[in-house]
C-alpha cells in the first residue's frame, strides 16, 4: 500500500505512467473543491478513516486528566446543524471524484500533489471564489511543555488538509468512516440517523461507522430502540471511554459517569445490536486506588461485555487539572510496575469474551488477545516483566519509552536532546551505564509526552 503523500516526502513510485491530474480533471470539479471540518481526536482504529464533524469540542472539559482543555474552549462547544454535516460530506465525496481515478491506481507524486492543488487553487480563483490555504493560528500557550501537545491537533483544514485526508482514506481502501468530535449521543437522534443515511448513500464503499460516546448520556438519555435505529441506519460500533470502574476514582477525576452508567451504556449498546468498544486507564487511580480501580474495572467491562477492551495507561499531561493535583501531593502517581500490575489483575478478572488491544503509545508493554482464551499467554508475558530485577525493568522501561516516542513522533526534540547529550557517550547513549535515577529521569521525560 503507498502512503499518502506528506511534505518533504520523496517521489511515490508507482507502476504506470501518471498524466497530468489537471488534464483529467474537469474546470467545474475543481472549482467545487473546498475543505471541510476535521476531526483530530479519534480512536486509533480510525486513523485511515473518513472523518466528519457532529459536533464541536467537548462540553464536559471537566475530567482532571485531560489536557484537550488547551485546545477546546467549552463556551465554543456546538452541535453541528445537518446542513452543515451535509455540506461537509457534499464537499467530501467531491473530492473523492477528484482523487478516485488515481488512488486505484496506487498514489501520486508530491509533485503532482502540488500540481493539483495549484489546479484547483487557479479554477477557484478565476471563478472568483476563495481558497483556503493558511490554516488560523493554534491556541496560545505560554508554556513550552504544551507546545508540542498544540502542534498534535488540527481543528481547522485547508484544502490541502482535506484532499490528503480524502487521499489517504481512498488509498487504505475507502471502507471506514468516524463521526466526531467527543460524543455523538448528545446529537438529537435525528440528525445522526439522517447523518448515517446519507453518508452510507453518498460514499457507498464505506463497511463501518463508528462514533465515541458518553456512557452517560447513552444510559440515560437513549433508549435501546432509538439505538437499534442508529444500527438499522448504517452505525457500527460506539468507542466508550469508561477508565475506571471504580466510583471513587471517578468521582476524584470528576468523569461525569458512574460505574452504574457504564454497565447500562453496555447493555443498551448490546441489546441494539451495536458493537460495544471500551477504553480503560491503568494507573488513573494512582497508589492510593491502584488495587480498588483494577479490581472494579475489570468488574464493570464483565458487565459491559464489550467487543474490544483498549489499553490506555495514564499519562499525567503538564498543566492540567491531574498535574495540579500530583504537584499538591493530591494525587501520587503509580509506578511503571503498579500500573503493569494493574493490568495482570485485569487479565487476571475479565471473564468476558473480549479483545484486549494495547494499540497506545503509552502503554509499557504490547499486550494484545481474546479474553479469557489467551490469559494464559497474557500472564506469563506481563510475569516476564514483573520477573526482572529493579535494575533490568528501568533499563526496559527507558527502552520501552524511547522506541515508543521515536515511533510516534518519529524524532526528538531540543529540550529532551538537552537531557540525553550529557550521557553520551561517542554519539551513543547506552542504557546500561545509566544510573538508577538519570534512567528514571530520563523514562519520565519520553514518557510524559506520549499520546495515548
Known sequence: MVAVVRSGCRKLRAPWAVRSMATKASQALLESIEPFELVSVKPPTENASIAFRMTRGCYWMKCKYCGLDKLYDEAKFTKRSWEEVKADIDRAKRIVQLLEPYADRGGISQAQFETLLADIRQARLKAGLPFSEDPPPPPAVESPDLLWLVQCFKMHATTEAAVRHVLGWLLHGGRTAFLGDSDCMVVEPAVLLQTLQYLRSQLPTIERVTIYGKTRVCARGRTVEELTQYHKAGLDRVHFGVESGSDEVLRFHSKGASRAD???????????????????????????????????????????????????????????????????????????????????????????????????????????????????????????????????????????????????????????????????????????????????????????????
Open 262 to 452: 457504564h454497565a447500562e451504556a453496555g447493555r443498551k449498546i448490546n441489546l441494539s445490536g451495536l458493537s460495544c468498544g471500551t477504553y480503560v486507564m491503568p494507573g488513573l487511580g494512582g497508589r492510593r486506588w491502584s488495587t480498588v480501580h483494577a479490581r472494579e474495572t475489570a468488574a464493570v467491562v464483565n458487565e459491559m461485555e464489550p467487543k474490544f477492551v483498549r489499553l490506555r495507561s495514564l499519562i499525567v499531561f503538564p498543566e492540567t487539572r491531574l498535574a495540579q493535583a500530583v504537584a499538591s501531593g493530591e494525587f501520587e502517581e503509580g509506578s511503571e510496575e503498579q500500573l503493569v500490575q494493574e493490568i495482570r489483575t485485569l487479565v487476571e478478572r475479565i471473564d468476558v469474551e473480549t479483545q484486549l488491544v494495547s494499540d497506545s503509545a503509552g502503554n509499557l508493554l504490547a499486550l494484545n488477545g481474546t479474553l479469557p482464551l489467551d490469559r494464559a499467554y497474557l500472564l506469563r508475558e506481563i510475569d516476564e516483566y514483573l520477573e526482572k530485577s529493579p535494575r533490568e525493568r528501568l533499563v526496559f522501561n527507558f527502552i520501552s519509552r524511547y522506541q515508543s516516542f521515536v515511533g510516534q513522533y518519529g524524532d526528538i526534540p531540543a529540550d529532551i536532546q538537552a537531557l540525553l547529550i550529557p550521557h553520551l557517550r561517542g554519539g551513543r547513549l547506552d542504557p546500561e551505564a545509566l544510573s538508577d535515577s538519570v534512567l528514571i529521569s530520563l523514562t519520565k521525560a519520553f514518557r510524559s509526552r506520549l499520546m495515548p
